[in-house]
């Protein structure tokens, strides 16, 4: 359960291309299947809603992520979609100053 919830929370949404489903409605997936020796933890799952969990498992889509965190789509064709990490927001420099109230 809180593997799930943290998958979730991380991804947001379906992590297919062009999928804006919530990830509240989607199935964890391993990235890696657990019979090829992938683990169940943070790094290998990831939140697919149920077609595009069935694409990559039955349809044979490939996926890859690169060195900057962009996981890529690899259609049986070999047409490439990129996914771009989710954006955590600005880093700040400094502390903000608390409200005056």
Known sequence: AHLAAHVVVRDRT????TCHRP???AEIDHRIPYERGGTTDPDNTW???????RAKTWHRF????DLH???????PAGHRYPVEPEAI??????IPEPVPF
């Open 47 to 53: 939140a697919l809603h149920t077609g595009h969990h």
């Open 69 to 75: 965190g962009t996981t890529w789509w690899i259609t």
């Open 23 to 25: 990830a509240i409605l």
């Open 14 to 17: 379906c992590r297919f291309p």
């Open 62 to 65: 490939a996926t890859a992520t």
């Open 89 to 94: 927001g600005p880093i700040r420099t400094r």
